[in-house]
């Protein structure tokens, strides 16, 4: 696996609101992806405490988090013809009671990506990407098409 096949990420993880809805796509690195618009209405809090996803990302070997809400998480893939290191960047931001949104940066393979979702929301949360450079919400769902398929578990 090549350091060029990992998507390089610049977005915001939120959860969805209630008047979000489809309205076509966007191509993003050769991929169509799910816009979403109704998003810049109230965006609720994703259900979980800052402490429980701090918690939940603390248990990921190799990242380092600050009780800031700030992180760094690398790694090394293994694949062919050569190795690939990847890192992403985050900052975890919350109102007190609940998870605001996640901030990211960088790349990753998809079983790490999965585990970012993991520790951030439970599976029963939809969530809404902001792609920074693009300026537009994309259903979260979408952005596995950012992954070469060789990269994802066979279905």
């Not at 969805?16 to 191509?27: L, Y």
């Not at 919350?94 to 940066?105: I, Y």
């Not at 979702?117 to 920074?132: G, I, M, S």
Request: hydrophobic share 40%.
């Amino acid at each position: 696996m090549s350091p060029q096949s990992l998507p390089l990420l610049n977005l915001h993880l939120l959860a969805m609101p209630a008047e979000a809805r489809p309205c076509g796509s966007i191509v993003v690195h050769g991929q169509a992806l799910e816009l979403v618009e109704g998003c810049n209405a109230a965006v609720p809090p994703i259900p979980r405490t800052f402490e429980a996803v701090v918690g939940q990302l603390m248990e990921l070997d190799r990242l380092y988090i600050e009780w800031d809400g700030s992180f760094v998480w690398c790694g090394k893939s293994s694949g062919e013809p050569s190795d690939s290191v990847w890192q992403l960047d985050g900052m975890l931001y919350d109102d007190g009671a609940a998870v605001r949104r996640l901030e990211l940066r960088g790349s990753c393979p998809w079983i790490e990506w999965t585990q970012v979702l993991h520790a951030l929301a439970p599976t029963d949360t939809p969530l809404v990407a902001y792609l920074q450079e693009q300026q537009c919400f994309v259903q979260v769902s979408s952005l596995k098409q950012l992954w070469r398929p060789s990269e994802l578990p066979a279905t």
